[in-house]
């Protein structure tokens, strides 16, 4: 009993070990280009226990990406309820993976055909985050008229253009985009334009009065939006 829980583990072990070298191979190659038996090598196991445990290429590919989005599957769950905070936490939870946007440009180079690998997993995580936005509309923290699948598609292209294009990055800032002081102040960026499209979205400006010189009054629902976009935004930090 105790050798088979110990072969359990091992093999668990073995399967960990072939899927970071995977990882590794595929973001830097694409699936086209990535070769198994150098992923064996790296993984320190013969091509035979590969096919044991994943069958083919295409099939640990598979894996990768389905690990991939699982992890952004809880994501999902805990973006703030504000706009702010969403971006904020974007940047912080899928911003900062270069292997899967590497994945991802790899996939947009050749795509391949057919259905996209996991297609329906990742339709689903997108519907999800949606969801979240009109939510956040329904609740008065974005406006009615914001096209919330234009809305989502330019929060992620903040997040994920400085991996995606690093040399362009290089030479705008003079960084790498996974340098400290870029991430720092990456971050400070988003931060304040996080902020300032908070204020837009809830119909607040800087100091803006009626015209009979009264401070604008918020329905109780924005008020409550606006007080926790300011304390996300504040803390700098997003869990």
């Not at 359990?8 to 960990?16: I, K, P, V």
Request: charged fraction near 30%; hydrophobic fraction near 40%; include cysteine.
């Amino acid at each position: 009993m105790r050798a088979k829980r110990t072969n359990g583990r091992n093999l668990d072990h073995t399967r960990e070990r072939i899927l970071a070298a995977a990882l590794a191979e595929f973001s830097a190659k694409g699936l086209a280009g990535a070769r198994v038996d150098l992923i064996a090598r790296r993984a320190r196991v013969n091509k035979r226990m590969l096919y044991y445990c994943f069958g083919n290429k295409q099939e640990l590919y598979r894996e990768i990406l389905r690990r991939k989005f699982g992890e952004r599957a809880g994501f999902v769950d805990s973006i703030p309820p504000n706009l702010g905070g969403a971006l904020l936490h974007i940047y912080q939870s899928g911003g900062e993976d270069i292997d899967f946007v590497r994945l991802m440009e790899w996939e947009a180079i050749d795509p391949g055909k057919g259905r996209l690998i996991a297609e329906t997993e990742r339709r689903a995580l997108f519907e999800k985050t949606i969801a979240v936005l009109r939510a956040l509309q329904v609740n008065g923290g974005l406006p009615k008229e914001v096209n919330l699948t234009q809305l989502l598609i330019s929060m992620i292209a903040l997040a994920v253009f400085p991996l995606a294009m690093p040399q362009m990055i290089h030479l705008i800032s003079g960084m790498k985009p996974t340098d400290k002081r870029f991430r720092r102040e990456r971050l400070e960026f988003l931060r304040w334009f996080g902020g300032r499209l908070s204020e837009l979205a809830l119909g607040v400006a800087r100091n803006s009065r009626t015209p009979r010189g009264r401070n604008i009054k918020l329905p109780s629902n924005r008020k409550r939006a606006l007080a926790a976009a300011k304390r996300t935004l504040k803390s700098g930090r997003v869990r």
